[in-house]
């Protein structure tokens, strides 16, 4: 009979020399001593299920490798080259958090396992923790002085670092473009950092590229609803796009998950207090109370600097009430700051041109109009453009009612009375004694008047005049008058 151990309450397995497990004999109660005879199970159970993982990962099919890769964590737990072939597997799946737990139990187990070192910095190095991922490296370069790998994941680790502090830099500057360029450069070599995405993706915000900020938010939400800062970022985006109830949803719910969410507390009390100074504006202005409606604008404006679109809308609104108040070249002010806001916003470029309209600032008109009809082509567009234009033709020749002191709208009697009025003022029998300059000014002033008074006392040339038409067919010296006497009722004025 060979000599055997008793069973007992010893484990299933008996670990027998250097890493070697034995299975307990068919009769139960005892162990064999010769040991030679004996099947070493689990370890070759487990070597079994590791050399099928490596032929699935061959394969690149990641899914199947990692689960034979459990199974042999499972057959042997103990095994630090089973987590780092799992952590390398979840690595292919961009499942960085989990191969990085793997990673670690790894160097755990067997802390001169540099693959398993290597892997951890990857790991870190993607979630965009650069510093931990420099002490990976460097542990490696400890174990492998000349691990080429090694040396360029550390260079790598040290750019991130370094677009991190510029990025960090240039935030606080408020110069975003540079902040975005860095973190592009940064999730380069940490692809799969939030931290990265959601920095860029505020910065877009605050560069008014909201589709891109939107984007980048959405990709994180949908592999984690939860994260507050993609849900500020959200948020953020409708807040700039005018879309403030929809906004303040966002910023709660990140609350709701984050609740020291800072930048969500601030964002959402702008929003509301935005949302409620602009509607209070709006309804004073309905009021007809202008001064009111143009302190409560300003004190919109003075909210949020940032939010471009929705402070656009103010300067306009601000500007229809400097309308309002008659103060045109203050509501031009307004409008132009809107226009360099949101160079499409149609409302400011036509509260600007008729504001130009009003001061008979034509050309300017023109510009503003042609801007909007090139923009959306409508009828009325057409028109506003044709007038301005129009006036702009008609501002290039004289203006007879300007030379006879009447308003556009002016009678005929008006019209008669102005001009015996500066006729007699302007007359050069009255100037004879004057110096030879001041004689040919008031002969010139005479002339215009008579020019002045022929067409507007005309009702078919003052019709044509009025409508912009040249009027050299008429006469031939654009409705100048034939040099003899212009008589007004029982008065005659010479001409000389």
């Known amino acids: 009979m060979p000599t055997a151990f008793p069973f007992g309450t010893l484990s299933k397995f008996i670990l027998i020399g250097q890493n070697e497990f034995v299975t307990k004999t068919r009769s139960p109660g005892c162990y064999p001593t010769n040991f030679n005879c004996l099947v070493f199970f689990p370890l070759r159970e487990a070597e079994g299920f590791k050399d099928q993982g490596n032929a699935f990962y061959v394969k690149k099919d990641y899914s199947e490798a990692f689960n034979y890769y459990t199974k042999a964590i499972d057959a042997c737990p103990k ?4 987590y780092g072939n799992r952590a390398a597997t979840l690595m292919m799946l961009c499942r960085f958090r989990e191969a990085l737990v793997d990673s670690q139990r790894a160097v755990r187990l067997d ?14 190095l993607s979630l965009g923790n650069a510093m931990a991922a420099s002490r990976c490296f460097q542990k490696v370069l400890e174990l492998e002085p000349s691990n080429s790998q090694a040396q360029q994941e550390h260079k790598n680790a040290t750019a991130v670092l370094e677009y991190e502090r510029m990025a960090e830099l240039d935030f606080e500057k408020r110069d975003f473009r540079k902040v975005v360029y860095s973190m592009d450069k940064a999730l380069g070599l940490a692809s799969t950092c939030h931290r990265f995405k959601i920095l860029k993706a505020e910065c877009l915000a605050l560069l008014g590229r909201y589709l891109e900020a939107q984007s980048v938010a959405s990709d994180i939400l949908r592999m984690d609803s939860t994260n507050g800062d993609a849900l500020y970022v959200r948020g953020l985006c409708l807040y700039y796009e005018d879309c403030i109830d929809k906004a303040v949803q966002f910023f709660v719910q990140a609350l709701r998950m984050a609740p020291d969410h800072e930048k969500s507390r601030l964002a959402c009390r702008n929003a509301k207090a935005l949302k409620a100074k602009k509607e209070e504006g709006n309804k004073v202005f309905k009021d007809s109370n202008f001064e009111a409606a143009y302190r409560l604008y300003s004190e919109a404006l003075a909210i949020d600097p940032n939010n471009i679109k929705t402070n656009a809308k103010l300067y306009c609104n601000r500007g229809t009430v400097g309308a309002k108040l008659n103060k045109p070249d203050q509501a031009i002010e307004d409008c132009t700051s809107a226009i360099k806001l949101d160079d499409t916003y149609i409302k400011a470029y036509l509260r600007r041109a008729q504001c130009y309209m009003d001061i008979e600032q034509y050309e300017e008109a023109v510009r503003d109009y042609e801007k909007v009809y090139q923009t ?27 030379v006879l002191g009447v308003g556009k709208n002016a009678t005929e009697d008006e019209i008669k009375k102005a001009y015996r009025k500066r006729a007699l003022m302007h007359h050069p029998d009255r100037h004879s004694a004057a110096t030879p300059e001041v004689q040919k000014e008031e002969e010139k002033k005479f002339k215009e008047m008579g020019e002045a008074f022929t067409v507007l006392s005309d009702p078919k040339k003052k019709t044509r005049y009025d409508c912009g038409h040249d009027l050299e067919d008429d006469s031939n010296n654009m409705g100048g008058h034939d040099g003899g006497f212009v008589p007004i009722g029982n008065v005659v004025v010479s001409d000389v």
């Open 111 to 124: 802390d001169c396992f540099m693959k398993g070192h290597l892997r951890e910095g990857k790991c870190h």
């Open 79 to 82: 095994n630090a080259s089973y």
């Open 376 to 402: 959306e082509k409508t009828k009325e567009h057409k028109h506003l453009l044709k007038t301005a234009q129009l006036e702009l033709k008609k501002s290039k020749r004289k203006d007879y009612y300007k």
